[in-house]
């Protein structure tokens, strides 16, 4: 059975670091492009961040550039987001997610993503 698992979320306050990990279990994600997504509280779910399996290349949305960080350590089959000067406006559910096996893209979409863990929960407060 595949089974993605996010650790990591918790209560931080504005500024704050988090580390958020995504172990999978079942199956080898090495030809997967893994991601991040997140929703708020009455929000669609977004995606955050994401990395090709092919040369780990990396891609973020615009309002988390230059603050997280997604990296892949194939080996152990485990996904990580670093997450530094958080803001409130960060706080939801965050999601780790995998692509259909051979993906050659970093989709931004929902929909391109087979698996699913169920979620960490991460709050910024003010």
């Known amino acids: 059975q595949v089974q993605l698992v996010e650790t990591g979320g918790g209560l931080v306050q504005a500024g704050d670091s988090l580390r958020l990990s995504c172990a999978a279990s079942?199956?080898?994600?090495?030809?997967?492009?893994m991601g991040w997504f997140r929703q708020a509280p009455g929000k669609e779910r977004t995606f955050v961040a994401g990395?090709?399996?092919?040369?780990?290349?990396?891609y973020y949305a615009n309002s988390v550039k230059g603050r997280f960080t997604i990296s892949r350590d194939n080996a152990k089959n485990t996904v990580y987001l670093q997450m530094n000067s958080l803001k409130p406006e960060d706080t939801a559910v965050y999601y780790c997610?995998?692509?259909?096996?051979?993906?050659?893209?970093?989709?931004?979409?929902?929909?391109?993503?087979?698996?699913w863990g169920t979620g960490t929960l991460v709050t910024v407060s003010s």
């Open positions: 997610a995998a692509s259909r096996p051979g993906l050659g893209y970093v989709s931004v979409s929902v929909g391109a993503y087979d698996y």
């Open positions: 990395i090709n399996w092919s040369d780990n290349r990396t």
């Open positions: 079942g199956r080898t994600f090495s030809r997967n492009i």
